[in-house]
Structures are given as structure tokens and as C-alpha cells.
């Protein structure tokens, strides 16, 4: 980390023209910054910003040694947590993504046990995993309802995913999403000495809020695995003002496409009137980057899955279940049993290409239980199974089944072998954070015979993969998804392992691991880093590499004032107030900064430095 100090002093800028005070600002603001410049080694200063760089290109791995800012001792926060077992399944994209990191970065993950609590504090339990700790914390049953069921999976998760159609009880559960928040953040007070915070996913958007109004200051950084919708449709979140406020509270908000991106910035132009700068907005309470981080997965890892012993449970279920297949071509489709996931499209799809194609391929669909007790989903679990009985009844024949149909979960390790077996993966969400199923589907292929990845247009993986690589197609259309499963079901070996082959060389180069050491790097950022036997030289000056953009803006506003003739009175003063408002946007961040300066250790023997008395350096 690198610093400045002693950049400039409120009182030296004299708005009123003079342009000697200015003058004065900028010699010796453009010096530090110019040090500054000459600080950072050159490859940092060339570094792209956060998100994958493309390029290698063998189709092997590449397996690289990923930083985990391993000075940070890092808080994970969600509301699902991982089992931590191969041999057991996990649920949702989210636990697959954080198991492995918090296994090798030492960090502590907190989140929602299986058991309900009457909302009592207890000391937190930390169990070991990996490098890493978990601790499970018992819910308060009381607003468990309203939190986990009305308002973060009746009300958020369906518009998040643009299908307000499916959106109930819109104004139930608020209050208790609030409350449930509030408890997380107690919880997570016993932690407050640990270096930053990474909180994830929609049911803790508050969570930043509650975290600083308990006067945790540590930098907060929140992630989202899910889509992030356009203005109009967030308007049918009711508070969706009050919760966009409180995500600017996180000093780091990452989204997982520029899509997301783009759709939460529109939402802060039109809700707020904020623009971003070079992904940074600055409200009062400081300044909060935004940026994308592409999730992926740890193909390394998803190797050694599929070498790995299955429990002899899970072996002969597998056998049973491949059985079905020998010798004839199937496809695979495995998702949590979520509307969002476009199942009853697939289905459709498969009754249409059986139609034109009989019995040219089946279907093993894997749909684990979700979320039982939301009515939505209780209605698609009876769509999806009656359109399934449909294509059997209409296609098979005494001896073949067109859709093999289950419920069950399966370890990463199961999913691994039937994956490599499939012919085709069928990926197909009406709307999707990502999707780490495309990403495992291609990573557990035989890279002499790959599949072929049939791919929604609206996962988030779209923007990873191109269509000279996955066959991309419109989730509402099952013309278009029976097109391209027949397409993959006959494509040549030849296109197979190309496609495959750029696929691979993407997840290799951008694993779950690089996603994780860009995300902590950029909240690092966030962290004051100021030696204590430094601080009290500061003044104004910055203490991190985030405030950097509003400085610039400042320096090119103060060299674009001062070069202005003084004879050209009108120009002068628009300059000047263009100077002013650059240095407003500036100083707000750099006071929130000061006022962090309070959680640094004690000072040094050089406290008594003078130059710090005439600097009106603090004493604490
Ligand atoms: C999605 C969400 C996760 C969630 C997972 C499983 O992937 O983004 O936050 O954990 O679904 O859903 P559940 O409600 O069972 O945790």
C-alpha cells in the first residue's frame, strides 16, 4: 500500500481567486502525487482492473499460485454455508464458491445454522475448516419467517431476477429482514478486530449498514451471486430506496457481469441522482467502488473430484443411474428446483425435438428441493413434474424413457462422473448470477470426447463464454433450445474439443481462487494502512489507493485554473468553482478517512516529531 502525505490543507484553498493560495495547492499536491506515481512498481501501474484476462491457450489447466492478501484476516458473511464434506452436496452456487476460499485463506465464514434460536447472544463457536473457521449461528425463529421466506426469497430473489410475475407478499417480511440483519451484525461484533468484512448475497444487503452503525469501521465489502435488475423493476421492491442506500454504505460492491453493473449504476443515477467516476461514487459517507468479479470455479479441484472415491451408497445409485443411458446419447440438466432455472422450457424443448427426432436423446434432469415452504415454488415443482409425465407418456416406449427425473442431491464428486458422461449440458436459466453448472459441466469433460455446453443467453456465464464456444440460446424459446441440443448431440468430434478447449483455457485462467484474490485485493484498498508513527502528519492528505481518482480530478480542475489568464475574469471564476466542487468531492472521503485513523495502533517514540505540531497532526 502506498500513501501521501501532507498533500494540501482546507484552509490554504482560497475560492475567492487568489491564485497564489492555489497555486501553492498544486505544487505541492501534483509533487506528492507524482511521488506517489513514482511509488507504484510498473506492473502494478499497468495492472487491468479487477476481472479475468483471457489468453492462455492449450486446453490444459493452468494451475497458478493465487495471493489471498494473506496479511488479511478476513470475515465471510452469508446466509448458506458450505458442509465442508466431498460426500456431501451442497446447495446453491454460492456455498460451492466460498468453500474453497475460505479453506485456503484462513478466513472465519459465518452463517446461518439449521437450527432456529430464540435470539439470544451466545459466544461464537468457531469450528475449524481448512485453514479457515466456520461459525453457525442459530437464527432468531422469530423473524426467520419474514426474513429468509417473504422478503428475501418471495420479495428480492424473483425481482433480482427480472420475473415480478412470480413476486408475492411484497410487503411482508421487511421489518424482520431488518431485524435479522441487525442480529447478524451483533453477532459479528465479536469480531470486530479481524481486518475486513465480505458479506454476500441479497438476504444481507443492510448488513454494511448495520455493521458501521455498531461502529465497526473495518473495510466492508459485499458481493452479489445474483443478477441485479433494471430501475423499473427494482421499483417493486418496496424500501428498494432505503436498501440501495445502505449497500453505499459497503466500501466495495461487486457484481458478478457488467450487465449487473451497468443495471446498479442505473439504478443510482435514477434513484439518487449518483454518478460513478472510474467506479467509484462518493456519497456523504464516503466513497464506495463498484466493479465486476466473474465467479468461477476451481477446476483443479473439480479434477480430483472426479478421481475421488464416491461413498459405495453414492457409487451404486450412479451405476443405476448411468445405466439408463448405455450405449444411447443423453444430456444433462441439474439445478436447484428454482423457477428461475427455466426447467419447464427445457422439458417443452425435449417434447419438441423428440417430436421432430424420436428417441434420439434423453434427458437426465438432477432437481434438488428448494425452498419448499414458498408457495411459488411448490406450484413449479407440480409444472415441472407434470410436463416431465407428459414427454414420458407421449415419447417413451416400454423400453426407453425419455426424462430420467429426480430430486436427490449429489456430492460435487457424483456430479462430477455423470457430468463427464453426459453428451450435452443443458444450462438453460430464464435469468442467472453466473452459473457454476456451465462451468463444472465443461471442467469434468474428457478433453479427447467433450461435450457440447448448451448455454442461456441470460447466465451470467454468457458473458464468459462466446458462442464459437457454447451453442447460446433464449431460454424462453424451446424451438431454439431443441435446435441446439440436436445441433450438440451431432456435432463432430473435431468442433467438440475446440469449443471445449477455449472454454477450458477461460475457467483456467480465471479460477474461483483469482476471483477471490482480486475482490480482497480491491477491499483492500479500503484498509488504512498509515504507519501510526506517520499518521499525525497527515492533514488531509489520502491513506489509500481508492481515494486516488477524486484527487486526480481535483489537481486537473486546480492546473486547469491556474492556467487560465487572470485578465479573463468569467473563465477564471467558472474554473474556480469547478476547482471548489472537485475539492468538496474530495475532502468528504478524506474526513471519513481521518475519522478511521482512530483504530490505529498506538503511536510510535517519532510521535513528537514536529512536523507533526505544525501540521495540526492528532495526538490519539
Ligand atoms: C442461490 C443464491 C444463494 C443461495 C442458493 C441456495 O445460489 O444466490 O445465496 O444460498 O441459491 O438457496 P438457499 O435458499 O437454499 O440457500
Request: proline share 6%; hydrophobic share 35%; glycine share 6%.
Amino acid at each position: 500500500m502506498f500513501r501521501i502525505h501532507g498533500t494540501f490543507d482546507a484552509s490554504m484553498f482560497d475560492p475567492s481567486g487568489t491564485s497564489q493560495a492555489a497555486q501553492q495547492d498544486e505544487t505541492i499536491g501534483q509533487a506528492a502525487f507524482d511521488l506517489h506515481q513514482d511509488e507504484i512498481p510498473l506492473e502494478q501501474q499497468q495492472e487491468a482492473s479487477a476481472g479475468p484476462s483471457y489468453g492462455v491457450a492449450s486446453g490444459d489447466v493452468e494451475h497458478r499460485s493465487v495471493s489471498y492478501q494473506p496479511d488479511m484476516n478476513l470475515v465471510v458473511i452469508s446466509n448458506r454455508g458450505a458442509p465442508f464434506d466431498p460426500n456431501k452436496p451442497q446447495t446453491g452456487g454460492l456455498a460451492a464458491a466460498l468453500q474453497p476460499v475460505v479453506e485456503h485463506s484462513g478466513a472465519v465464514w459465518m452463517f446461518s445454522s439449521e437450527n432456529r434460536g430464540d435470539g439470544t447472544e451466545r459466544p461464537l463457536p468457531l469450528v475449524r475448516a481448512g485453514e479457515g473457521h466456520v461459525v453457525e449461528l442459530d437464527l432468531p425463529a422469530a423473524h426467520h419467517r419474514g426474513y429468509y421466506r417473504d422478503y428475501s426469497n418471495s420479495t428480492l430473489w424473483p425481482i433480482l431476477h427480472s420475473l415480478s410475475d412470480r413476486m408475492s407478499r411484497a410487503e411482508e417480511g421487511y421489518d424482520s429482514y431488518r431485524q435479522m440483519n441487525k442480529f447478524i451484525a451483533r453477532a459479528a461484533f465479536d469480531l470486530r478486530d479481524r481486518d475486513a468484512f465480505w458479506v454476500h448475497d441479497y438476504h444481507l444487503l443492510p448488513l454494511g449498514s448495520d455493521l458501521h452503525n455498531l461502529g465497526i469501521e473495518r473495510p466492508t465489502g459485499f458481493f452479489l451471486h445474483t443478477p441485479w435488475p433494471t430501475p423499473d423493476m427494482i421499483e417493486r421492491v418496496p424500501n428498494h430506496r432505503e436498501l440501495m442506500k445502505s449497500m453505499l454504505e459497503y466500501d466495495l460492491l461487486g457484481f458478478q457481469t457488467n450487465r449487473d453493473l451497468n443495471n446498479f449504476l442505473a439504478c443510482l443515477r435514477t434513484y439518487f441522482e449518483l454518478e460513478s467516476k472510474d467506479g467509484v461514487v462518493t456519497t456523504e459517507r464516503g466513497q464506495t467502488r463498484l466493479q465486476k468479479f466473474p465467479i468461477g470455479i476451481d477446476p483443479k479441484q473439480f479434477a480430483e473430484h472426479l478421481a475421488a472415491e464416491l461413498s459405495p451408497a453414492e457409487q451404486e445409485k450412479i451405476s443405476s443411474l448411468l445405466q439408463n443411458f448405455e450405449g444411447a446419447k443423453f444430456a444433462i440438466g441439474v439445478d436447484r428446483l428454482d423457477y428461475t432455472k427455466g426447467i419447464d422450457k427445457r422439458v417443452e424443448a425435449f417434447d419438441q425435438l423428440l417430436a421432430a427426432e424420436p428417441g434420439s436423446i434423453s434427458l437426465l434432469q438432477i432437481a434438488p428441493s428448494s425452498r419448499a415452504d414458498v408457495d411459488e415454488y411448490q406450484k413449479y415443482k407440480e409444472d415441472v413434474e407434470n410436463a416431465i409425465n407428459h414427454v414420458n407418456a407421449e415419447h417413451g416406449t416400454e423400453e426407453w424413457r425419455p426424462i430420467h427425473y429426480t430430486n436427490d442431491p449429489f456430492s460435487q464428486a457424483a456430479l462430477a462422473r455423470l457430468y463427464r458422461a453426459a453428451h450435452v449440458g443443458v444450462v438453460t436459466p430464464l435469468r442467472d448470477g453466473m452459473n457454476l453448472v456451465a462451468k463444472e459441466y465443461v471442467a469434468a469433460q474428457d478433453p479427447k470426447d467433450p461435450g457440447v455446453l448448451v448455454l442461456s443467453k441470460f447466465a451470467g456465464a454468457a458473458e464468459d463464454f462466446n458462442r464459437d464456444e457454447a451453442l447460446l440460446v433464449d431460454p424462453n424459446h424451446p424451438e431454439e433450445i431443441a435446435d441446439a441440443i440436436s445441433k450438440a448431440a451431432k456435432m463432430p468430434l473435431e468442433e467438440r474439443v475446440r469449443r471445449f478447449r477455449s472454454m477450458m483455457d477461460k475457467i483456467g485462467s480465471y479460477t474461483i481462487h483469482d476471483w477471490s484474490a482480486d475482490y480482497l485485493r480491491e477491499l483492500d484498498k479500503s484498509r488504512i494502512t498509515v504507519p501510526a508513527d506517520q499518521f499525525h502528519h497527515l492533514g488531509l492528505g489520502w491513506t489509500n489507493e481508492a481515494q486516488m481518482p477524486l484527487y486526480q480530478n481535483y489537481a486537473a480542475a486546480l492546473t486547469a485554473y491556474n492556467e487560465i489568464d487572470p485578465a479573463d475574469a468569467a473563465l477564471k471564476e467558472a474554473a474556480c468553482a469547478d476547482v471548489k466542487s472537485a475539492f468538496v468531492a474530495l475532502a468528504a472521503p478524506l474526513k471519513h478517512t481521518q475519522d478511521r485513523l482512530w483504530d490505529l495502533p498506538a503511536p510510535t517514540a517519532s510521535r513528537g516529531d514536529h512536523r507533526g505540531q505544525e501540521l495540526g497532526g492528532r495526538e490519539d
